[in-house]
């Protein structure tokens, strides 16, 4: 649609199209979901446990809210809220000024990301500082810092539960956080 203004003896042409395609495209409704979503639940089965065990989903919420015998780490909210503020400050008016009727999805998509870097770090971090360690043991070499992942897979199952980081082991829930573009 377009439109005339009159100003004075000038006549000046506001082309509102591509203004009218974005509103258009906003008013879609569109959202972002981030966390394990339905194709990443799956844990592969391994001569541990089967594929009935927990799902990466099921895991996500005990260590979100924790247990009578696990407390609460949370991987999803704790991130998301403490880093939000920042994605937004940092991007949001830089993401608004490059948005087009064209890239509406793409500008959630990119939102997802970021928000998907914070749950990352978070995981690197355990939790920024915040999550409870099972147990910090003494390095078997009296040396600083965490056994190397190559070495700890080594260690019998028992030992391996003295140097156990929560969230961190396996890294099955880590890999499995997804993001994906929904319209309502």
Same mark, same amino acid.
């Given at each position: 649609m377009r439109q005339d203004l009159?100003?004075?003896n000038s006549r000046i042409r506001l082309n509102t199209d591509n203004l009218e395609k974005i509103q258009k495209q906003l008013g879609r409704k569109l959202f972002v979901k981030v966390g394990v979503l339905g194709r990443t639940a799956a844990r592969p089965a391994d001569e541990?446990?089967?594929s009935q065990d927990l799902t990466n989903a099921d895991l996500g919420i005990i260590?979100?809210?924790g247990t009578?015998?696990? !407390?609460?780490?949370?991987?999803?909210r704790m991130p998301l809220m403490a880093k939000l503020p920042a994605i937004f400050k940092k991007s949001g008016q830089r993401l608004l000024? @490059?948005?087009t009727v064209e890239n509406v999805r793409d500008i959630f998509d990119e939102l997802g990301a970021r928000c998907m870097k914070a749950i990352d770090q978070a995981f690197a971090s355990s939790g920024f500082g915040q999550w409870a360690p +099972?147990?910090? !043991?003494?390095?078997p070499k009296g040396k600083k810092g965490r056994i @190397?992942?190559?070495?700890? +897979?080594?260690? !019998?199952?028992?030992?391996? @539960?003295e140097y156990s980081r929560?969230?961190?082991?396996?890294?099955?829930?880590?890999?499995s956080v997804d993001r994906e573009v929904k319209e309502t």
């Open positions: 009159r100003l004075t541990d446990r089967t260590h979100e809210f009578a015998h696990i !407390p609460a780490r949370s991987w999803l000024n @490059k948005m +099972n147990k910090i !043991p003494k390095h @190397k992942t190559s070495a700890y +897979n080594e260690l !019998p199952d028992q030992k391996k @539960k929560p969230l961190i082991d396996t890294g099955e829930l880590r890999k």
